[in-house]
């Protein structure tokens, strides 16, 4: 199975695929940088009530732009933070990476809405949540921290997308000299606490 992903304005696209449960993980990431970064590109519209980012990591193999490269762009909250990937047409997140060597894009659930897929057919239900310590309102049940169980299981999978192949071709990082294949922001020490303050609140 395929599917399509996109930003919310409809000019950044990709397919995505194959589909299948062994090459997803989805997690809500309630951290505070994920907050942060929402608040950076002024769509907190996009966390949930709690804080919360629907996140469901791919393979970067499965994942190929088909239009809208020349909008794609990267902001890293520090300089050894993760890539955050966005859409620069809109401001939306499409995909957050670290280095190739560690071979899986992050990709929020709206982006599949925003081409009318429904993210649970396509990959079923969170499978936990994350640093629910940040989440706004107090931590939801089982949410503090990374759980072992959730943390081996995510080593796991990402282990056997690089074993079997998947690290590459990489839809934000040129295969050649390894390095970020578009323009990368990283913010200030003070954007970054200024950010921060908001989602303390
Ligand atoms: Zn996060
Ligand atoms: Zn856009």
Redesign the pocket.
Known sequence: MRAWMSCRCGQVRGQVGPVEARLANRVT?Y?D??QAFAHYLGHADLLDARGG?DIIQIPPATLAFTQGLDKIGAVRLSAKGLYRWRACCCNTPIGNTVTPTIPFVGLLASTFRCEGQDPDALFGRPRGAI?GQFAIGGPPPGSKGIRPWLMASTIAKVLSWRLAGRAWPHPFFDRTTGSPAYPVTILSTEERAGLRAIVDR
């Open positions: 990431c951290c940088d994920c980012s640093m």
